[in-house]
């Protein structure tokens, strides 16, 4: 069982080294992707979340427990499989205008790549424009947008409004996601799907494009 309590520890320490050092003690111990990422590092960054809420620590601690989740992420990435056949698609994702999170959506950049996914990550505070260029530019069938604020998630129904203007709104499903997004919220501002998390982004990528073949 991998030590949710260690990793808690460690993201609160902002302790890089510890965290690979679990990260890797745990893959040693034979645990799966799935299990250090949902019951280590995610389990503890939701708790680091919880005491942010609660103002018993501030920015500059939640950066450090980003960095320290970041570099577990980055040890547990080779245990994804990497993808080989062909392609399945273009996908162009980013964090919405005005937000900086980005750790779930470098998750589900990881986990569409591993899927066999070309993915053209725009990054963070990405405007409307950006998107709308990318996909133009790499003729991409899916979008992902990702926002973690409740004030930015209309966001991503202004960048829909956009691609329906932009005449490409044909040419691409629209994937939503990040914590404060729902099933009924995509519903409402018309996007093509939703994902509670990068795992099933992946299936609705793919559930999305089969169903247009
Ligand atoms: Co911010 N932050 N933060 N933060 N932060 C939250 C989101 C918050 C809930 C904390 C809290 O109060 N409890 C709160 C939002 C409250 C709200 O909107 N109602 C909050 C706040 C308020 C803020 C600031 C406004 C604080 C301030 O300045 N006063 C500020 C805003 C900055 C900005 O964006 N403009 C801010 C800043 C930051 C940091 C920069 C310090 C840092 C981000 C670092 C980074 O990402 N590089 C940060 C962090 C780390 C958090 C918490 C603690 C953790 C977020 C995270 O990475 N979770 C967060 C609290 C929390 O979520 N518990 C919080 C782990 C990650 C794996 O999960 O991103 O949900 P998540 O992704 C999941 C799914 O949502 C899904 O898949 C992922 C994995 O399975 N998913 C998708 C995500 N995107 C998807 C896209 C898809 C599909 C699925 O399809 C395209």
Not at 44 to 65: C, Q, S
Not at 88 to 99: A, C, N, Q, R
Not at 112 to 129: H, P
Not at 180 to 186: R, S
């Amino acid at each position: 069982m991998v030590d949710g309590e260690r990793f808690y520890e460690a993201l609160l320490q902002g302790s890089v080294d510890e965290v690979e050092r679990l990260t890797q003690d745990a893959i040693d111990a034979g645990e799966t992707f799935e299990s250090i990422l949902n019951d280590g590092l995610m389990a503890a960054m939701d708790r680091i979340g919880v005491k942010f809420k609660n103002e018993e620590i501030y920015i500059p601690e939640v950066l450090r427990a980003a960095r320290a989740m970041r570099a577990g992420v980055a040890i547990i990435k080779p245990l994804l499989p990497s993808s080989t056949g062909s392609s399945m698609g273009k996908v162009v994702i980013g964090t919405v205008k005005g937000d900086l999170h980005d750790i779930g959506k470098n998750l589900v950049v990881m986990m569409l790549e591993s899927g066999g996914f070309k993915v053209f990550d725009l990054g963070v505070d990405v405007s409307i424009e950006k998107f709308i260029e990318a996909v133009q530019t790499h003729q991409a069938q899916v979008v992902g947008l990702s926002a973690l604020l409740t004030t930015t998630i209309m966001e991503m129904k202004h960048t829909l409004e956009a691609i329906e203007e932009a005449g490409i709104r044909k040419q691409v499903k629209v994937i939503i996601g990040g914590a404060p997004v729902t099933e009924k919220f995509a519903k409402e501002i018309g996007a093509d799907g939703y994902a509670p998390n990068a795992a099933l982004a992946v299936d609705v990528a793919r559930d999305l494009l089969s169903e247009d073949n």
